[in-house]
């Protein structure tokens, strides 16, 4: 029965039909006769109209029962299907979306929240139909999903890559939509629908399912940055079509967005340089996005700076930012704040802007690294008897200049052989006009490298060009990418000393200079250098110009996490005059900054990332959420692994990682304090394309799904029965239409039998 009417229990009122029946029942009392001998006149009249009276009672009675009937079938609301199961709801499946957006607040509220409501109505309905119904979260379909009445497969399987479903009773589901909030994880429509397909291919029974999505249809979700359909949407446009899966299913549109709503967003946060020193100023970028359709002028923020000893981010201090002054809608505008950090560590920053009518993007976060000093190992092939007459003093006076001037480098001189001991704490290796490299040296440097030390070369009239060839090398060992040219002949005294010109002035080691007019650099001449040939991978940097045609100046290349550089040239004055102009210390400087390790890197990442971190020996550990929430993350079964990740990064903010000692088994009561743990904080940011809130618009929706070939309603209005009215073809307003006109007739002929 609740497959032929919508509101099936009111059926209940045709007992009201029987109202006039017993009305007209009533009527028919009997009388007692009392003989009068005027009656003979009267009884002689009423029998020639009685059969006349008869017909005209059975005629008002029927109409009013007929009214009635109408009334009650039209509040009942029956279907009418044309016998297909194009109609037929065996599923109901609700998709709501959670992403950051529905977070818009407007005059009626968040959306958030008319969403819910129209999820928790949706599952009511189904509830209410005795049908199965699931609960999915829009943002992370492969989760669990919250399911009342699923009919089980005979095998008892959801199959392969389907989301576990907990069984639920209705009241725990509508619970759980009610107690839900969104995070901050974008919608991945692609992969839900994808996920039912499979689950459709894996239940053998015939199930038809009515898919709901409740979302605000932003044209983020559904195209891609070129303005084409989203490839993971059109992937499962595809499956839909495919094996006769889209008779299975149909889609109901439920659209709760709006198309006025004006927003600026944080869109980045970052350090100018990748490496910050303690006691050295570094700048702090602040990027703002106008998604709006007008321009924004003189908007304004600060920087919230908090240190990490904390158990909650607490504002230490608080920075004013410049005032973005004109933002043209659709585009993005940039400040930089100055700041100085007094200590190594890491350190919590959070900008924010003045809140508009999605306040969760007017925020975001950085977590930054602060190092004491970056320490660098220069191992001097040629040493002088003093401290210039060596290979290393005009380096190391470059790098750690003597006096009062910071520049946050640790340098240490050496001449032995390269050792595991010896370069075990430094972060960048320099290697100067050395004859040769042993195997074991390599063996040494190579997994370093691997794992992030930057290393240099300098070249020189010691240098043996075989020693350093590839090929002179085991081709089968992937050390040979540590020097990655080929070196030739030694050019001698050109008759043009040429300079040198960068390739890209936007390569960070010489960003700092671009632009900057008069730059000495690019005037040093050069006497000497080798005929030099990057090998596969490598990137030329700069090029000797004039007299020394195309010889490449520097080369770099990278190895794992580690880059490697090398300098057509001498640290000292042997072939040039460089090391004794201004620029050699501005340069060498910015260099080794760029070939430190980029440690702060790890510890920001983007909403729905993994944290990975690599694990110590006889240590646990706990991740807590930004909304306090503490997770053990522990290795599956008893074998020892290298790393740990956590993966419930949905919400954008500060996440704090806890390394504790495992409790030994048969450690007993202790009367020592327990070791405070270990902290390490990651920042977790938005993606910055989810503040686009620019809507798709139903015109091109249409046009998506019925390119897609897909079954579709699209719903503007909270409404459970939008598909169903389309589909199958309600009759409520035509028995309305009808009990009005029959009732009208009732009163037209009621008044003229009566005047008959």
Known sequence: MGELFVNPWLLGGLALASAPIIIHLLNRRRFRVHEWAAMDFLLQAAVTNRRRLKFEDLILLALRVLVIVLFVFMVARPLVTGGGAGWREDERVVVLDDSFSMEVFTPTGAVFENARESAINQVQDAIGRGMAVSLRRGSRPDATALTVGRPVAEDGETGEGAPASVIESGSDVLRAVRELKSGDIPLRLGRAVTQLVEEAHADKSPVFRRVVLISDFRAVDWLSEGGDVAESIEAAFHAVRQDDMASRFGFQLVDVGRSDVENVAVTGLETVSDQILAGVPVKLRVEVTNFSSIERARIEGELEIGESDVAAFTPLFRVPLPPFESVPPGESASVEVDYTFDQGGQYLVRATLE??????????????????????????????????????????????????????????????????????????VFILNRQTIAASEWDVLEPRVRDGTGLAFFLGNRVDPDAYRPGGLNDESERRFLFAARLS???????????????????PAFAVVAGVE?????????????????????????????AGGDVPAIVESQLGRGRVVIFNTTADRDWSDWPTDPSYVIVLQEWVRYLTPRRGSSFNITAGDEISWRVTPGKIYDVETPLGDRHPVRAEGDEPVERLSFAGTSRAGFYRLLERDRPREDAGPSIQPEEPPMVRWYACRRPARESDLAPLGEARLRELLEAGEIKYSIGQEVDVDAFREEREGELWRWLAIAAGLILLTELAVAWWFGRT
């Open 355 to 428: 809140k508009d009518q999605l306040a969760r993007d007017d925020d975001s976060f950085l977590v930054v690294s602060v190092r004491d000093e970056i320490h660098v190992v220069i191992v001097d092939g040629d040493p002088g008897r003093d401290r210039f007459r060596g290979e290393a003093g005009f380096l190391a006076a470059a790098l750690a200049p003597r006096g009062r001037l910071t520049t946050g480098v640790d340098v240490r001189v050496v001449s032995e052989p390269i050792t595991a001991d010896l370069v075990e704490d430094a972060d960048v």
């Open 518 to 546: 008069g730059f000495s650099f690019r005037d040093v001449r050069f006497e000497r250098f080798f005929g030099l040939e990057p090998i596969d991978g490598a990137r030329v940097v700069a090029r000797f110009d004039g």
């Open 489 to 507: 002949e030694l050019e001698r005294e050109p008759t043009e000393r040429p300079t040198i010109r960068i390739e890209d002035d936007a390569h």
